[in-house]
């Protein structure tokens, strides 16, 4: 049973960068057809999907998000990381990392489905 959990700092202030770390256990994250994302849940409003990580080391995110985030994994730990920068008190949020299915749509590896999820990892961003 593949298990998740996120870490990282509670608070970032504005205008820094948001890092947090999700370490895997029970499967690997190279192992084929899996992928390994990023989603927030902000405070009164629904699940974001902000990006992915595919097996291979690809990356896919959301265009909403593209020029501030970065994805990135340590293989040798079991670790994907998030890098969210130029933060503002819009992207206080709870953070979810999960893992599921990809397909191949082309160009990138999506997620199909998100069958692991970590507990979730509350940020603020404030000064």
């Known amino acids: 049973q593949v298990q998740l959990q996120e870490s990282g700092p509670g608070l970032v202030k504005p205008s820094q960068t948001l890092s947090l770390t999700c370490t895997v256990s029970g499967g690997s994250i190279t192992t084929a057809n899996y992928a390994w994302s990023w989603i927030r849940q902000p405070p009164g409003k629904g699940l974001e999907w902000m990006g992915v990580?595919?097996?291979?080391?690809?990356?896919y995110y959301s265009p909403s998000l593209k020029s501030r985030i970065s994805i990135s994994r340590d293989t040798s730990k079991n670790q994907f990381s998030l890098h969210l920068t130029s933060v503002t008190p819009e992207d206080t949020a709870v953070f979810y990392c999960?893992?599921?299915?990809?397909?191949?749509?082309?160009?990138?590896?999506?997620?199909?489905?998100?069958?692991?999820w970590g507990q979730g990892t509350q940020v603020t961003v404030s000064s």
């Open positions: 999960a893992g599921g299915g990809t397909y191949y749509g082309g160009t990138y590896y999506y997620p199909s489905d998100f069958g692991s």
């Open positions: 990580i595919a097996f291979d080391g690809s990356t």
